[in-house]
Each structure stands twice: as C-alpha cells, then as structure tokens.
C-alpha cells in the first residue's frame, strides 16, 4: 500500500471509529427514537454512512464484493434517486431493526473490505470517492450529536447524555474499538454552553469595499459546491467581532420579541403563530429562571454563551430589532480570518445557489449538493460539534429557514 492510500486508510479508519464513540454514551433505546422528520435516529446514521461506502465505492469498485444484506439499501438510502426506493424520511424510527448490533456488524464487514480495497492501489477517481465518504462521514458526525441532543432534549426527563453510563454492549464485541472507549473523548461538552472568547480589537471589523476572490481554491480538500473560484464585489460594511449572546437575545426576547409582528418578515412570523414560539430551542423558563437543555443535562443559561439553535427567521427578527442585518455570505469571507470562528454555525443572508460556472460531481456523487440549490440559505463557519478537521472557510453549509436543531448562531453586519 503506497504512502497515499495509508494516509487515507488512517483517516478512514480514525472517522469510523469516532462516529461509534459519539455514540458510546446511549443506551439501546436511544439508537430508535426520531422525535421529528429532521432528525434521524444513531443507528440509521450509522448504516447509512456505511451504505454509502457500500453503495457509492464497494459495489462499483471492488471485483467479487458481496453485499451484506439486500435490504439494507432501502432502509439507509437517504435521497439517492439513483439508488432506488427508500424508507420515507419520517419513518426511519419506527424501525426497531436492524438491531444496532446488527448495524455494528454491517460497519465491520464494510470497514474490512474499504480495507481490502485499499491494498488493491486503486485509480484516483476510487481514491477520490473514498475521501468524499469520509467526508460525508464527518457531516453526518455532527448530525449525530445534534440529532442525539434533540432525542434527548425532547425527553420529559431531559437526561444528559455526556456523564451517562451508557451499556457500550454494542462495541464489546470488537477490542478494536471498544479500547478506544474511557481513553479518547469525542468532544469539550462544556464547549458547548461555554463563554466565548474574548475578541482582542475592534468590536467591530471593517472592510472599506471592492473586489474579492471567493471560493474553495488550491490543494485540500473542498466540496464541488464551494467552487469554482471567483470574482466577487462586495461594498464596504462592518462585522461584529463576536457573535450575539445569550443575555443580549434575552434583551431582544424581554422587549416583546417574538410578540411584534414588525421584526418579523411575513412568513416568519407565520412561522411564530403557528408554532407558538417564544424562545430558542432548548430554552425553558421556570420560576423566573432560564434553562438551557445542553449535552450536560439542563443547566441555568449562560448569558455570557453564544445563542444557539436560532432559525433564519429568529436571526433576521432579532438584527431588525437591534439594527443591525445579517451578513451576505461573500461578506463573511471577506473579513473571517479577522475574527475567531466556530463555535456556531453563522447565519447569512446569502440563497445557496451555484457560484458562477460551477460543475457539480458526476457519476456517483451526482446527487450530493447541486440538487438542493433552492430554497435554502447558507451558514458559514462551523460549530463547536464540527469534528476537527472538517471546516473550512469556504465551507457553504445550507438549512430551510425554519431550522434550528443545528447549533445556529448570529453574527450581525451594518452598513457603512
């Protein structure tokens, strides 16, 4: 095996173990649950992300592979025209099987045979894919943990889910993996619901206006919907150095918020009536006092935190209420290596559409990001749950409006 394929079976090996620590802490019963259609329960992320190596690399790449279970396509496809028939979306938890250990078993043989494959020195294209799996993995790493929050959080008992014991039964089975298990924590839970940062400088950042270089460009890895490099105008504005935080949406929230239709845009504030929304998700007052359900368990709020779990629409009402607008996402490039980021994904102003002469994957991936270019806005940034490695500044993440299981954040512009 040659330098190229080693680094990529090392990541490869690094990614698919991190997903099952992500889990680590569940219970069985948190592996089924899907409270809403957004959601997705842990075992089917983690058959999906392993029907995608099976599907997209194996099947097509791989002389005398044997697929492990014929169902398994329809039951962890998720959009994949191409591929066939599927389980609805919403119904993915009402399938108590595959049973996770089940699911463990399926990430094994597809884990040995990638591993096969890459003793193999496949073409370029193959060794392409791969890397866009693991990618894909990575994504869906952080879907993992904002999906097991919102299971959790949507439970009367609001459990926690670091600091629970657990069962680990599922990964007995395999010493590989179970030794990393109690030596190597998936993540800085207190991250989470930490005080940011404080931002030495300017409390807001300047650019004066003119033409910029947008997009993914050079070596590294990017995906299709990041490029191709090019020339953007982009007139002179500001961007706060630090995101909105928690006791300043508490202000926005105590002046009658989400109660003034004229923040709001109209479908927007649709959006509060029918919903009968009143604060961010995960927020819960009790006795005149905030709560905040995070990973830890429910814990008081932290003013100093940034706020989190905001819709499109909460962000655009609460920059209208303090005077301020969202950023273009050409804007936010423009001036990020000015500030730090991360720890939220940043809502933007910005339709994800195609930048200017963009092609998207062919064969295989052609499914993977250009068909969702409508109706969606870009974030930009990452969030605290992004697993190391996987963000760029060129990244272009993109949700409908009314999303916010996501950790969503506010960084507000003004005009010059």
């Not at 330098?3 to 690094?14: M, R, T, V």
């Not at 169902?71 to 938890?93: C, D, K, T, W």
């Not at 009402?94 to 020195?121: F, G, N, W």
Request: with cysteine; charged share 20%.
């Amino acid at each position: 095996m040659n330098s190229q394929n080693q680094a990529i079976a090392h990541q490869y090996e690094l990614v698919r173990r991190r997903s099952e620590l992500i889990c680590a802490p569940l219970c069985a019963e948190d592996y089924v649950p899907q409270p809403t259609v957004e959601v997705s329960p842990p075992k089917w992320h983690l058959g999906h992300s392993t029907w995608f190596f099976e599907t997209l690399v194996l099947g097509p790449h791989l002389a005398g592979y044997a697929v492990h279970h014929p169902s398994y396509g329809y039951i962890f496809n998720s959009y994949y025209e191409s591929q066939g028939e599927r389980v609805l979306r919403a119904h993915r938890g009402a399938l108590s099987r595959p049973t996770i250990a089940e699911v463990i078993s399926y990430r094994l043989h597809v884990d040995a045979s990638i591993k096969r494959l890459l003793k193999q020195a496949p073409e370029q294209g193959v060794l392409d894919l791969i890397t866009l799996g693991i990618q894909h993995e990575q994504q869906h790493q952080e879907l993992l943990l904002t999906d097991i929050k919102y299971i959790l959080g949507s439970n009367p008992l609001r459990p926690p889910y670091w600091g629970n014991e657990g069962t680990f039964s599922v990964l007995q089975d395999d010493s590989r993996r179970v030794s990393m298990v109690g030596r190597e924590a998936t993540l800085d839970v207190a991250a989470e619901h930490a005080r940011e940062p404080h931002a030495h400088g300017a409390e807001w950042i300047e650019f004066s206006g003119g033409l910029l270089q947008i997009g993914h460009g050079g070596a590294g890895f990017a995906y299709d919907n990041e490029g191709p490099r090019h020339t953007a105008y982009v007139a002179g504005f500001q961007l706060r150095a630090s995101l909105v935080k928690n006791k300043e949406y508490l202000a926005f929230m105590h002046d009658g918020g989400y109660r003034r239709f004229d923040l709001w845009h109209a479908e927007g504030w649709d959006w509060v009536q029918a919903n009968k929304v009143s604060a961010p998700l995960y927020w819960r007052c009790e006795a005149g006092t905030w709560l905040h359900y995070t990973l830890q368990g429910e814990l008081p709020l932290a003013p100093g935190a940034p706020v989190s779990h905001i819709s499109l629409f909460e962000a655009l009402a609460f920059c209208k209420w303090a005077g301020w607008r969202l950023p273009t996402e050409f804007e936010w490039e423009a001036l990020c290596t000015g500030f730090l980021w991360g720890r939220r994904w940043e809502w933007t102003s910005s339709a994800y559409l195609p930048y200017p002469g963009y092609r998207g994957y062919q064969g295989a991936a052609l499914e993977y990001n250009g068909k969702f270019m409508l109706n969606q806005t870009v974030l930009r940034g990452s969030s605290f749950a992004t697993p190391a490695g996987h963000s760029r500044k060129t990244y272009r993440n993109f949700f409908h409006p009314p999303l916010r299981w996501q950790y969503t954040g506010i960084r507000p512009a003004r005009d010059l």
